[in-house]
């Protein structure tokens, strides 16, 4: 059985989400963020940089969110999370994937990261990430998700900034990806991974 090492609040319940999807159970080490937010001490003996999420099956050790999600998928025979591969959605689908931790984490982290220690988002910081929300937002096209009504891999991997945007007010105005994150948080695989390690962003 995968070990999943995951600490609260944080991208491992996108691991959850597609393992809930797969119907495929883990052996789950949570672990409490510390005063101060930070990851503990005691993820460091799993990962040299102290990382979550970490899986471990059979002895291989995988870190990187895209990497387990991609991992999942083709250990389980999955074709359901991505479009058909060959296709032109496929490839954008690939690009949508990979271009959440290459290029939307950092701009978002420039707003999430004031706004959550009570302080206003400088204003370059702010035209950035409405730069990227406005990207988000022509992907989505009809909805509800980023490729119809079904969540595929990207939609997953992207969950969790969005999760964080929301809890900090930050997509006010940006409707169209607000019922985005609306429709993800309907998804069972969402809804079983948080009833089980808890929300994605820390409450209020």
């Known amino acids: 059985m995968i070990t999943l090492h995951a600490l609260q609040y944080s991208r ?17 080490i949570d672990y409490d963020r510390t005063d101060a937010f930070r990851a503990p001490e005691a993820l460091a003996k799993v990962h040299p940089l102290g990382k979550s999420p970490v899986i471990d099956d059979d002895g291989e ?17 999955d074709d ?22 290459a290029s939307f984490a950092e701009v978002a982290l420039r707003a999430i990261m004031p706004a959550f220690r009570g302080k206003p988002v400088p204003d370059d910081a702010k035209a ?14 009809d909805g509800p998700l980023l490729f119809g ?19 900090l007010g930050l997509l006010t105005d940006h409707p ?28 209020a």
Not at 128 to 138: K, M, P, R, S, W
Not at 187 to 203: D, L
């Open 149 to 167: 009504a079904t969540a595929m891999l990207a939609d997953i991997q992207i969950s969790y900034i969005i999760a964080l945007l929301a809890r």
């Open 128 to 141: 950035a990430l409405d730069t990227h929300l406005a990207y988000i937002a022509q992907a989505i096209g």
């Open 176 to 203: 169209k990806v607000a019922a985005y994150w609306d429709a993800l948080q309907d998804q069972p695989g969402y809804i079983v991974a948080t009833r089980s390690a808890g929300p994605m962003a820390p409450p």
């Open 12 to 28: 491992a319940t996108r691991v959850l989400w597609l393992l809930a999807d797969l119907g495929q159970p883990c052996n789950r």
């Open 80 to 101: 359901t999370h991505t479009p058909p591969r060959g296709t032109a959605e496929y490839w954008r689908h690939e690009a949508l994937f990979d271009y959440v931790e």
């Open 61 to 77: 050790t995988i870190a990187e969110s895209a990497t387990i999600l991609r991992y999942l998928a083709a250990k389980f025979g």
